[in-house]
Every structure is written in structure tokens, then in C-alpha cells.
């Protein structure tokens, strides 16, 4: 009875023990899929970020980056040059143990963004028309139908007027800063974006836009996907063309 009492006593907590290790497992599983998910999002919303940023479609910000969450942190790596290829490492604080997602082909979950190689954003007519490019990096079709705008002005306020998109006319109206979204009712009412392709866009104001800051322009779907654009992601104006 003493001797199996002792084999009991020594079995019982190297059990607990064993078991931990299935459940550490299992959350820097967990922790590693948080960060696939966490660049996925992060690729999606490429577009508001600003028109001066570089990079691969800025992707490469990812590389080496790491987010704390629970009691453990998952670690990104991107790299372009390596095959397209996202690595995602999940670990628990203080332990060695992880496990490793990974996801090829990428750089498919971006959509839209502003073109590296076109001019950047800028004024035609005063400051009544503002340009800018667009590029659809993803391997599929991307069919706008709405749009959404907000600019800070001083008094008294200006409308858009209309938008262009490739040079075709999409929406024709009175448009003030905030008013929501807005379907396109010119043009078919839609504009394809192929896979792969540039396109200029120019919304016209009905007047000149003095001392203009903070110009965010929303593209919607018939889907409700949304690619919003910081048109003056610096801060200090756009440029004239």
C-alpha cells in the first residue's frame, strides 16, 4: 500500500504537467490564426492609409511585426521576395513551445490602393478638382456603385458636383461634406475596376475648396465592401497638378 500511495503521488502531478502541454498548444495555435486574421485585415485596409507610403503595396510594414494578446503574442513575417508567402508565429509568454501558420498568395487580399506609379493626389482648375489613382491588385473584378466623402472647409460650404472615374461621368448631384453614402447615377451607375488595372478618379466641386484639410473618400460595392482613401495623408494640403 505505501509503495503504490508513492507511485500515485508521483504519477498524479507529472499527469497534470502533461496536460498543460496540449492546451499551450493549442492557444499558440490559436494565437498564431489571430495573426493571420490580424494581416489579413491590415492587407483589406490598405486603402486609407496615405498616398506617400512605399513599399509592396506597404505589406512589407508587416514583416517582423508582433501584436501581444492574452497570455501569449503572435509574431508576423512578410517578405515579397520569398514567394508571397505570410508566416504567423504563436507562443505563450514564458514558455518556447509555438505553432506556426502560414498562408502563400497573399498579397490576394488586397483590393484596392493608390497606385505607386501614377502622380499622386492633386488640384486641377484652383481647387476645384481633385485626381487621383487607383489600382485594383487583386486577381478578380472589383465593381464600384456608391461613394462617401468628408473634407474640412471654412465657411460657406461647397458640394461636390460630380466624379469621374477613367474619364466617365458617375455621379451627378449636390453632395456637402458627411452626407453619407451615396449611389453612383451616372455611368451605368457602376464602374468595373479589372483585376490588375489603373484608373484616375476626379471629384469636382461646384467651387474653389479655401483652406480644405482632411479629405476622406469612401468606394463602396453593391456588396457593401468599402475602400476608403486619405486624399492629404500628409497634413499640410494637396499639391497642385
Given amino acids: ?35 493571420v486574421e490580424f494581416a489579413i ?8 492609409r496615405g498616398t506617400t507610403d512605399g513599399g509592396v503595396y506597404d505589406l512589407n510594414r508587416l514583416n517582423a511585426s508582433s501584436r501581444s494578446l492574452g497570455n501569449g503574442a503572435f509574431a508576423i513575417n512578410y ?65 464600384l456603385t456608391a461613394f462617401a466623402a468628408s473634407w474640412t472647409q471654412s465657411a460657406p460650404p461647397k458640394d461636390i458636383w460630380s466624379i469621374y472615374i477613367a474619364g466617365s461621368q458617375k455621379y451627378d448631384g449636390n453632395y456637402d461634406s458627411g452626407d453619407g453614402m451615396v449611389n453612383f447615377n451616372q455611368g451605368g451607375n457602376s464602374q468595373t475596376l479589372t483585376a490588375g ?29 468599402s475602400y476608403a482613401f486619405n486624399l492629404d495623408s500628409s497634413g499640410d494640403g494637396v499639391p497642385d497638378c
Fill in 1 to 35: 500500500m505505501v509503495t503504490g500511495t508513492y507511485v500515485l503521488s508521483y504519477l498524479i502531478p507529472t499527469k497534470q504537467k502533461s496536460v498543460r502541454f496540449p492546451i499551450y498548444s493549442q492557444q499558440a495555435f490559436y494565437l498564431a490564426q489571430s495573426g
Fill in 41 to 48: 485585415r491590415y492587407a483589406s485596409d490598405q486603402g486609407w
Fill in 79 to 143: 517578405n515579397n521576395a520569398m514567394g508571397d508567402i505570410l508566416t504567423s508565429t504563436g507562443q505563450i509568454t514564458g514558455l518556447s513551445e509555438n505553432r506556426v501558420v502560414r498562408g502563400s498568395n497573399f498579397s490576394q487580399f488586397l483590393r484596392l490602393v493608390f497606385d505607386p506609379a501614377s502622380p499622386v493626389t492633386c488640384w486641377t482648375l484652383g481647387t476645384r478638382r481633385a485626381h487621383f489613382f487607383l489600382k485594383n491588385v487583386r486577381n478578380t473584378d472589383v465593381i
Fill in 197 to 225: 488595372s489603373v484608373y484616375e478618379v476626379e471629384i469636382r466641386w461646384g467651387q474653389n475648396i479655401a483652406s480644405g484639410a482632411n479629405f476622406f473618400i469612401t468606394l463602396y460595392t453593391a456588396a457593401g465592401e
